[in-house]
């Protein structure tokens, strides 16, 4: 993905710039046809982190004949504050892109999304996948669109001059550091990336907690107050990167150099290890001929979740401006239809999150591979997605930077990010309660 601007994951997951259709059936669904024609608007974003959906939204509008859709794509800085402010003012889209979690969550609480529940039919909310942290109360907010495996990767090439199996990644944290001291001995900068921006600091927490939480409900009462942050258990994850850090496995000029570039270093055999994302694997595989594996982060931890492929998706929803909610249901059935399915792979090369869409289209051996564990088999919601704003900017992005630049210790990183969440408990009072509820949700 290509960063195009210095913005929080709440505002970010940028885009990639490496990653490399058929009639309307119209049968599947026959409220399509029912529809009297109408206008609907479409706020949404994508293109910024898969290039190409901007070809498949230009296309899919073009195909729908029920009404008349109107898309505008956002800017990834106003992604959520664009579109609360517009719902608070009672002018939102109909359709609105949603990021997981908090993400759209927070915009549930203020009451600006519809429940999707007798609106979209549940075979369709049910397939689309938009995966545990899209419900609330026993309903769903949002569809899945497309989706996002919170991978590792390593170059195999790195892993043969250090003499290591380049099939058999590092499974166990003893293992990992095991290759980390081969890799380093050969010459060849271990594991690591980018954090200038902080957002490396993010996944790694992210791939790190969900070590230390036996349900995404455990993670939502590190801010509730339940559980604490200064308790080792939980800082467990910055302790860890401290590790790395004091044991010279981390490529130097980490801490001046941004995320995507940084996943770039892995590509291109100039770092061993690090985090990436599943949209990126097609191109990266076709860049190295093969030469990059997808990996689980080794595990340290003893939790439920640990040692499982971490599964995220965007997603998409409808405002509670909609101006005919069911129209804009239909035309959400109508982008989940096995056409608009296909004309998503078509356009961008990448998969629908759709769970009936046939992924036989991948053909990569390590596409496959990657796809068949994090897409296919057991996986985990991505945890990072239930933190606060507020702590996101002032704890989560600068422990991360803090503790690769040696300023800080891992349990340093904890009391920073213990006192952020007691802060913003202090100042949100209904939101802690919002989040109580939730915890019970995703426990």
Known sequence: MTKTT??????????????????????????????????????????????GLQGYVDEVVKRYTAATVKPMLQDTAVVISQFQTAAAAGNAPDIQFLWNGIYHMESVWLGY??????????????????????????????????????????????????????????????????????????????????????????????????????????????????????????????VKLEELQKAGFLNKAMSSTELYPGIDLIVTGKVAMGESIGSRMPADSKTTNGKIGAMVMPVFGKSKLAGKPIFDAQGIGISKDAKDPKAAAAFLEFMQAPEQLALLHEKTGWLPSNSTFDTSVITDPSVV??????????????????????????????AGQQVVAGKITGAEAGALAAKVAKEWRDFNPDMVDHYKKWAKDLG
């Open 113 to 238: 999304l519809a429940n999707l529940d007798g609106l979209v039919k549940d075979d369709v909310i049910k397939a689309s996948q938009p995966t545990l942290l899209s419900n609330y109360d026993g309903h769903t907010y949002r569809l899945g669109w497309y989706p996002l495996p919170m991978i590792w990767i390593y170059n195999k090439d790195l892993f043969e001059k250090a003499k290591l199996d380049p099939e058999k990644a590092p499974e166990t944290w003893d293992a990992f550091l095991a290759a980390c001291e081969a890799l380093k001995s050969a010459g060849i900068e271990p594991v690591g990336g980018g954090i200038q921006d902080g957002y490396w600091g993010e996944w790694f927490f992210g791939h790190g907690l969900a070590q230390c939480v036996d349900s995404p409900g455990q993670a939502v009462e590190l801010f509730t107050g339940e559980r604490s942050f200064e308790d080792p258990a939980y800082h467990a994850p910055w």
């Open 6 to 51: 210095e913005l929080s994951r709440r505002r970010l997951m940028q885009a990639s710039a490496a990653l490399g259709a058929g009639a309307l059936a119209g049968s599947a669904f026959p409220a399509w046809r029912a529809r009297a024609a109408e206008e609907m608007t479409m706020w949404w974003w994508g293109e910024q982190e898969l290039p």
């Open 369 to 398: 591979s990657m796809w068949k564990r994090w897409g296919q088999g057991e996986n985990i919601p991505y945890v990072a997605n239930v933190v606060p704003g507020q702590w996101y900017e002032q704890a989560l992005l600068p």
